[in-house]
Each structure stands twice: as C-alpha cells, then as structure tokens.
C-alpha cells in the first residue's frame, strides 16, 4: 500500500470527524470528532514518517496523542462544569453569543 | 526736549496704552474702583500734557514720522506701525486728549453711585477708547488706522452697552456695532483695492505717488467710495446714522466722549487723511457733499421734534458731522477739519452740561424740566455758552468755523447743498434754543420726576465744564478777530446772512417756547405731516428692520429648511441604512459554536480550492 492509501484514510477520518463536530448535538459528541480529527492528523504524520524514513514524525505524533489526552480530560472537565450550570449539554442550546 | 521727532506725541498715544495695560492686567486694581479711576486719569493728563507739547511742536508745519516693521514680508515690509505726527494729527490728538481727560474728570462724580468693580471697568473701557481713537489719529499707514478704527469701533460698542444689563443699552451697542461695522467692511475692501492699485498702505508713500501722478485713476471712484462707505459708517452719514441717536442708551460722558473726539469724528478725519486722494475722484467727493448736506438737514429736522435732552443733542452732532462731510465734499478739508475740533469743544461742553441736568433731575425728558437757570446757574451758563457756539454766534466756539463751512460749499460752487445748510443753521439755532428755553427757562414742572433735587454739580463735574466753554470762548473769540488764512474767498454776504439765519431761529425759539406768543402746538400743526415723519424717524429705522426680516431672515429661512430637510435628510438615510443592514447582520452570529466551525470548515475549503486552481 502506496503513501496515498494512508493518507485517503486520514482525509476520511478527519472528515468523518468535522461531520461529527458540525452536526452532533451533544457536546461529548462534538468532543469525540475533535479526537477523530486529531487522530486523522497523527495517521498522516505517521505515515509520512514511515515513507520518508525519518522518525521525526513518529515522536511528533507520540507528543500530539499526550496532548491529546490533556485535551480530552479538559474537554470533558469543562462539559461537566457547563452541565453544572446550565443543566444541559446539547450544544444548540448554548448560545450565549447569539447576536 | 523739544526734539520735534514725535516721541511726545508717541508719549500721549502710550500713556492711555499703559492706562489701559495697567487696569486690564491688574484686575485686583480695577475691582477697586476709586484707585483704577485716577490711574486712569494720571495717565490721561499726562497724555494731553504731551499731546499740547507735540502739537506746539508741529503747529508750524513740521512733520515727523516714525515707524517701526511689522509685517515683514519677501524683501519689503508689507505693513509698519507708527506715528506720523504733523499739525492736523496733533492738533486731533490734542483734541482727544482734552476730552478723554475732562470726561474721566467728570466720570469720577457722575458714575460715583457705581459699583467699584464696574468704575473700574468704565475706567478700563475709557482708556482703551482714547488709545484706538489717538492710535487711530496718529496712524502713518491705512493698515494701523483700520486695526485703530475697529478698536474704536469695539471700546464705543463696550462703553455705550456699559449697562449691559439694560436692555435697550445692550440692543443700542449691538446696533452701533453692527451698522458701523457694514460700513467698515466697505472700508476695508477700499484699503485692500487700494493697495494693490498702490502698492502700499502708508499715507505719505502714498500721498507722493499721487501727487506725482503715478497712481492710475482708473477705478479710483470705487476705491474713494468704499473708504467713504467706512468714514460715512463712523461719522452717521445718511442712512447710516441711526445708530448715533440709539447710542445715548449709555452713560452722558462717554456720549459727550463719542460725540467729541472720538468716534464719530473718525470718519471725518479720515476724509481728512486722505483728501488728496478723494481730489482725484470729484465724482466721489459729490456724493458726500450732497449726502452730508441731506444728512445735515434730515438730523436738525429730527431733533426738532425730540422730548429726550440727549437725542436732541446726538441728532444736532448727526447734523453737524453733515456739515463738516459738505465740506469736506466741497474740496475744503481744511473747513471741515476746522469744525470738527471747535464742535469737539462745545459738543463735549453740551453733552456734559446735559448730564449735569439729567444727574440733577434723574430724567432725559424735557418736560421733567423747566426753570433749571435759577437753580443750576452754573451749567445753565455754560450750556447757554455751549447752545450759542453750536447756533454760530460771534464770539462763540462755533461762529467761524460754521461760516467758513458755508464759505466752503459756496466757493466750491454747490449750491443746492449751501441752501440745504444754511436752512439747518436756521433749525439748529431753532431746535438748541428750544432746549434751552423749555429746560432753563420757563416754569418749573408741576410734576418733577422722582428724586430730582436740581442742583450745580458738584466739582469734579463742573471743573470740566468750566473748562470747556472757557476754550469755546476762547476759540470764539481768538477766530472772530483774527480771521484764520482760507484756502477760499467767502462772499461778504454770507457771514451777515448766516448769523442773521442762526438769530432768526434764536428768535423763533423765544417767540415759541419762552413768551409764548407762537403756539407751539400750532407750529407744530403747521408742519404736521413732517412732524409726523420725523417722529416715526422718517421709517429709517423701519426699513433697516423691513429689510433684515425680509432679506436676512428669510435667507436664514431657506438655509434652514435646506438644513433641515437635505443636510440632516442625507444623514438620516445613511444612518437608517446602517441601522438596517447591521440588524440583518447580527443573524449571522448565532452564537452556537457549531456554525462558526463550520464557516472555518467551508472557509478553508474555499482557501484550498483557491489554490489549487488559482495559483497553480
């Protein structure tokens, strides 16, 4: 499987992961498309890496799945305060910035 | 010291500066009162101290000049301050000086019931009028005697609204203001069109050029016109003169001071100034003849119907000023000049002699007054001396120079306005003797006015009178026997016929108002319906109005409604138009967090295809 493969993948992934992003109503949804777009970003880095025969990428991609991590548990961390206070986490309804 | 290079008559013209200086820098001084009068006053003899020194100095014809760079501009200087001292401008600046000094005099006793912060202040306002008018008299070049004629114009606008609290006070310094101003406007246009015709701004450059036939004449009519605009404006020529009888909503002095030295005698003595230059347009010169002979005569025609003692008096200075502009018209500068400070005289006399009255009996009005010679005998003496200088009686300030006035116009060969003047010799005498016999003679009110307790007034008002009919007489005296050289020849008729007028007027005055033998009444029927216009101030008045409410309010009308309904209309649809298309906008922010990732989304989709056809 050629370099192109890898990355149609990631296009894929990441689309399927700004879909999910732009059309869940739930913010842990939305969350979860973040993660897969991340994701689809560390395929590319890898599989650039692989075929450029440099590890650079690979250890890039160690850094980006901590950062990742730490994302997620603030994420989620903030979902549980907004649900504290507003008793709801379906994204349409927080809108405080409607114009 | 008798240098002859006018510094004193640079000392006489700072003094009044310094006068001034002082009390308007150190307001604590001025707010005294009492003490910012007598700088004041110090200052004022001093000045005329130096002014009679400097005149001694160029009675003979000596000329000094002093000036000093102003405006500098590319190579030549473009305008200069300065004196230019000679026997006229000395002779003035005495004038002034004589005045300026007796009416602050005089102020000390009739202002005394003042607030102190306001004395002073009248004291401030005095010493900035007799500056302007002497910086205005001394002036080497028409840029100084144009900032000196505003400064005039400005310091008589502060003192006759001196009672800025009394509306009518404040209406009349407006008026003065504004209808001087319009012919100051003319004014300046002819100095300006003069100077680029000239090249310069200074009389005596000026006066060398003309005399050697340098000067294009070609539109000099325009240019003599626009500085008589100006003088006609100061002096209350015809129809500009409404003003001056308005003006004596302020304190007598500064009247007798307005009427004097100052002020109105600007005019006539820019006339004077710039004689020459009017020679060249004998077109010019009559229109101010005639004008000044139908001013001359309008004014004795309506002091003749005037109950108010100081309206009586602004309308004969109206009328005199005529007189002098005649002939100043006929050719005869030299006459007119001539009048001029012998009327400064006796005119300041009258006006202070009238404000003894009005501090007695607490009214204008004449007929709050009658039989004032028994109890006020001395200013009844020196307005009677003031009255008869005025009617041209020998031996009296007046007599002469009135008659060579009439001397003047006939030997300029205008006799349309010689009968004119000579008809307003026969008013004037008619219309002062009608003062006085209704004033000092007669029987006293039956019902005086509140307050009025006639009496002399006390010395300080009465020591400047005295003074001024004593140099009346003096001048009357000196010029009956010694007749001064003329530039003209008089008819041997004319001084019996002009005195014998003046008594015929005398007389008709005593027949009518002291023994009653011509009904007053019915002398007035007989001219009835001039009466009745001179009265209503033949309407002059009401035309300056018709014409603002006709003309300028409604251009103010239109330029209001074009304010109203284009300016602001432009400005209403634009700002609408942003109202609506920022309510339409603010749509876009929905505030949900989704929307804006997906304009991020679509954006970069955009930016990627962007590139991948536009720049590849």
Same mark, same amino acid.
């Given at each position: 499987?050629?370099?192109?493969?890898?990355? $149609?993948?990631?296009?894929?992934?990441?689309?399927?992961?700004?879909?999910?992003?732009?059309?869940?109503?739930?913010?842990?949804?939305?969350?979860?498309?973040?993660?897969?777009?991340?994701?689809?970003?560390?395929?590319?880095?890898?599989?650039?890496?692989?075929?450029?025969?440099?590890?650079?990428?690979?250890?890039?991609?160690?850094? $980006?799945?901590?950062? $990742?991590?730490?994302?997620?548990?603030?994420?989620?961390?903030?979902?549980?305060?907004?649900?504290?206070?507003?008793?709801?986490?379906?994204?349409?309804?927080?809108?405080?910035?409607?114009? | %010291?008798?240098?002859?290079?006018?510094?004193?008559?640079?000392?006489?013209?700072?003094?009044?500066?310094?006068?001034?200086?002082?009390?308007?820098?150190?307001?604590?001084?001025?707010?005294?009162?009492?003490?910012?009068?007598?700088?004041?006053?110090?200052?004022?003899?001093?000045?005329?101290?130096?002014?009679?020194?400097?005149?001694?100095?160029?009675?003979?014809?000596?000329?000094?000049?002093?000036?000093?760079?102003?405006?500098? /501009?590319?190579?030549?200087?473009?305008?200069?301050?300065?004196?230019?001292?000679?026997?006229?401008?000395? !002779?003035?600046?005495?004038?002034?000086?004589?005045?300026?000094?007796?009416?602050? !005099?005089?102020?000390?006793?009739?202002?005394?019931?003042?607030? /102190?912060?306001?004395?002073?202040?009248?004291?401030?306002?005095?010493?900035?009028? /007799?500056?302007?008018?002497?910086?205005?008299?001394?002036?080497?070049?028409?840029?100084?005697?144009?900032?000196?004629?505003?400064?005039?114009?400005?310091?008589?606008?502060?003192?006759?609204?001196?009672?800025?609290?009394?509306?009518?006070?404040?209406?009349?310094?407006?008026?003065?203001?504004?209808?001087?101003?319009?012919?100051?406007?003319?004014?300046?246009?002819?100095?300006?069109?003069?100077?680029?015709?000239?090249?310069?701004?200074?009389?005596?450059?000026?006066?060398?050029?003309?005399?050697?036939?340098?000067?294009?004449?070609?539109?000099?009519?325009?240019?003599? @016109?626009?500085?008589?605009?100006? /003088?006609?404006?100061?002096?209350?020529?015809?129809?500009?003169?409404?003003?001056?009888?308005?003006? %004596?909503?302020?304190?007598?002095?500064?009247?007798?001071?307005?009427?004097?030295?100052?002020?109105?005698? *600007?005019?006539?003595?820019?006339?004077?100034?710039?004689?020459?230059?009017?020679?060249?347009?004998?077109?010019?010169?009559?229109?101010?003849?005639?004008?000044?002979?139908?001013?001359?005569?309008?004014?004795? !025609?309506?002091?003749?119907?005037?109950?108010?003692?100081?309206?009586?008096?602004?309308?004969?200075?109206?009328?005199?000023?005529?007189?002098?502009?005649?002939?100043?018209?006929?050719?005869?500068?030299?006459?007119?000049?001539?009048?001029?400070?012998?009327?400064?005289?006796?005119? *300041?006399?009258?006006?202070?002699?009238?404000?003894?009255?009005?501090?007695?009996?607490?009214?204008?009005?004449?007929?709050?007054?009658?039989?004032? *010679?028994?109890?006020?005998?001395?200013?009844?003496?020196? @307005?009677?001396?003031?009255?008869?200088?005025?009617?041209?009686?020998?031996?009296?300030?007046?007599?002469?120079?009135?008659?060579?006035?009439?001397?003047?116009?006939?030997?300029?060969?205008?006799?349309?306005?010689?009968?004119?003047?000579?008809?307003?010799?026969?008013?004037?005498?008619?219309?002062?003797? #009608?003062? =006085?016999?209704?004033?000092?003679?007669?029987?006293?009110?039956?019902?005086?006015?509140?307050?009025?307790?006639?009496?002399?007034?006390?010395?300080?008002?009465?020591? &400047?009178?005295?003074?001024?009919?004593?140099?009346?007489?003096?001048?009357?005296?000196?010029?009956?026997?010694?007749?001064?050289?003329?530039? @003209?020849?008089?008819?041997?008729?004319? %001084?019996?016929?002009?005195?014998?007028?003046?008594?015929?007027?005398?007389?008709?005055?005593?027949?009518?108002?002291?023994?009653?033998?011509?009904?007053?009444?019915?002398?007035?029927?007989? @001219?009835? &319906?001039?009466?009745?216009?001179?009265?209503?101030?033949?309407?002059?008045?009401?035309?300056?109005?018709?014409?603002?409410?006709?003309?300028?309010?409604?251009?103010?009308?239109?330029?209001?409604?074009?304010?109203?309904?284009? !300016?602001?209309?432009?400005?209403?649809?634009?700002?609408?138009?942003?109202?609506?298309?920022?309510?339409?906008?603010?749509?876009?922010?929905?505030?949900?967090?989704?929307?804006?990732?997906?304009? =991020?989304? =679509?954006?970069?989709?955009?930016?990627?295809?962007?590139? #991948?056809?536009?720049?590849?």
């Amino acid at each position: 499987m050629g370099l192109q493969a890898y990355l $149609t993948l990631a296009a894929i992934v990441f689309s399927i992961g700004l879909f999910g992003v732009v059309t869940r109503r739930n913010t842990i949804g939305i969350l979860l498309g973040i993660e897969l777009m991340l994701n689809s970003v560390n395929i590319n880095l890898v599989a650039f890496s692989r075929f450029s025969g440099d590890v650079t990428g690979m250890i890039f991609t160690v850094f $980006t799945i901590c950062i $990742t991590v730490v994302e997620a548990a603030l994420g989620l961390a903030i979902v549980i305060l907004l649900f504290r206070v507003r008793r709801t986490v379906t994204a349409d309804h927080l809108d405080l910035l409607k114009g | %010291m008798m240098t002859g290079d006018g510094s004193l008559a640079l000392a006489a013209l700072l003094l009044h500066a310094l006068g001034f200086l002082t009390l308007a820098i150190v307001a604590p001084l001025r707010r005294l009162g009492r003490p910012a009068a007598y700088v004041s006053i110090a200052c004022a003899v001093g000045s005329l101290v130096s002014a009679v020194l400097a005149w001694q100095q160029h009675m003979g014809g000596a000329v000094s000049r002093r000036v000093w760079e102003w405006l500098p /501009a590319q190579g030549q200087t473009l305008a200069t301050v300065g004196i230019l001292a000679d026997s006229d401008s000395t !002779v003035m600046l005495s004038l002034v000086a004589l005045v300026a000094c007796l009416v602050q !005099v005089y102020s000390l006793s009739y202002l005394s019931d003042e607030p /102190a912060p306001s004395f002073g202040r009248y004291y401030t306002y005095q010493s900035l009028f /007799a500056f302007s008018m002497m910086g205005l008299v001394l002036a080497p070049n028409l840029a100084q005697l144009f900032i000196c004629w505003e400064l005039v114009g400005l310091s008589s606008y502060l003192l006759i609204g001196f009672w800025y609290r009394k509306p009518e006070a404040a209406r009349a310094a407006v008026k003065a203001f504004w209808i001087t101003k319009a012919g100051d406007v003319g004014l300046l246009i002819g100095i300006v069109l003069l100077w680029r015709q000239s090249g310069t701004f200074d009389l005596t450059e000026m006066r060398v050029l003309v005399e050697s036939g340098a000067l294009p004449v070609a539109g000099l009519s325009i240019i003599t @016109f626009c500085l008589y605009l100006g /003088a006609a404006g100061k002096s209350a020529q015809f129809p500009m003169h409404i003003w001056l009888p308005d003006a %004596m909503e302020g304190p007598t002095p500064v009247s007798a001071l307005i009427h004097a030295a100052t002020m109105v005698t *600007a005019g006539v003595y820019l006339l004077l100034r710039t004689e020459w230059l009017f020679a060249l347009t004998p077109d010019v010169l009559l229109i101010v003849a005639w004008i000044g002979a139908f001013t001359a005569l309008l004014a004795a !025609v309506l002091a003749c119907v005037q109950d108010d003692i100081k309206r009586v008096l602004a309308y004969s200075t109206v009328s005199q000023l005529g007189y002098m502009m005649t002939a100043i018209g006929a050719g005869f500068a030299s006459a007119g000049f001539f009048h001029l400070l012998t009327h400064g005289l006796f005119k *300041a006399l009258l006006f202070l002699g009238a404000g003894a009255v009005i501090h007695a009996v607490h009214s204008n009005d004449l007929p709050h007054m009658g039989g004032l *010679a028994k109890r006020m005998p001395q200013t009844a003496i020196v @307005f009677l001396v003031g009255t008869l200088s005025l009617a041209g009686i020998p031996l009296f300030g007046g007599f002469l120079s009135k008659e060579e006035i009439l001397g003047a116009v006939w030997a300029g060969g205008l006799v349309g306005p010689f009968l004119l003047l000579m008809l307003v010799a026969f008013l004037t005498a008619f219309y002062m003797f #009608r003062v =006085v016999f209704l004033a000092f003679f007669g029987t006293p009110p039956a019902h005086p006015h509140h307050g009025a307790h006639p009496h002399d007034p006390p010395a300080a008002m009465a020591l &400047p009178l005295w003074i001024l009919a004593g140099l009346s007489m003096a001048v009357g005296i000196y010029f009956t026997f010694t007749h001064p050289e003329t530039e @003209f020849t008089s008819p041997g008729w004319l %001084m019996p016929t002009a005195v014998g007028t003046a008594v015929a007027g005398i007389l008709l005055a005593w027949l009518t108002y002291e023994r009653q033998v011509i009904n007053a009444g019915r002398l007035a029927a007989a @001219f009835g &319906p001039i009466r009745y216009a001179a009265i209503n101030r033949f309407w002059i008045d009401d035309i300056f109005e018709g014409i603002y409410n006709a003309v300028l309010l409604g251009f103010s009308r239109v330029v209001g409604w074009l304010d109203r309904y284009i !300016v602001d209309g432009v400005l209403n649809v634009v700002s609408s138009w942003t109202l609506t298309s920022g309510d339409d906008l603010r749509t876009l922010q929905t505030g949900r967090v989704q929307d804006y990732v997906y304009g =991020v989304a =679509v954006g970069l989709l955009i930016l990627l295809l962007w590139a #991948r056809w536009a720049l590849a």
